[in-house]
């Protein structure tokens, strides 16, 4: 079972990225799908999720009409499209797949997400 990320680096401010979370060893059409991020030690912060019915959810004072959730279920596969980004976007992007019925989740190992000039 594995979840990993990427799409990260370093990109001006007013720049984009797409960051892609590729699971295997189970079928992620059957997980909720989120991104959160962290910046240096303090507490991963939810920035999206995708139901499995693919109703989003985003963390409005970071999302909103900047990021985008996304998932193709056939590639097994989350995304995150980032717009606008901004310095204070800089953090590790961390993918995560939940289950509701088993209460079961996996992380992805990060992807590092710069933003300056």
């Known amino acids: 079972v594995q979840l990993v990320e990427s799409g990260g680096g370093s990109v001006e401010p007013g720049g984009s990225l797409r960051l892609s979370c590729i699971a295997s060893g189970f079928s992620s059409s059957n997980y909720v799908m989120r991104w959160y991020r962290q910046v240096d030690r303090k507490e991963r912060e939810f920035v999206a999720r995708?139901?499995?019915?693919?109703?989003?959810?985003g963390n409005g004072d970071i999302a909103k009409g900047r990021f985008t959730i996304s998932r193709d279920n056939a590639k097994n596969t989350a995304y995150l499209q980032m717009n606008n980004l901004k310095p204070e976007d800089t953090a590790i992007y961390y993918c995560n797949a939940y289950h509701r019925g088993s209460v079961t989740s996996y992380w992805g190992q990060g992807t590092q997400v710069t933003v300056s000039s």
């Open positions: 995708i139901e499995r019915d693919g109703e989003v959810t």
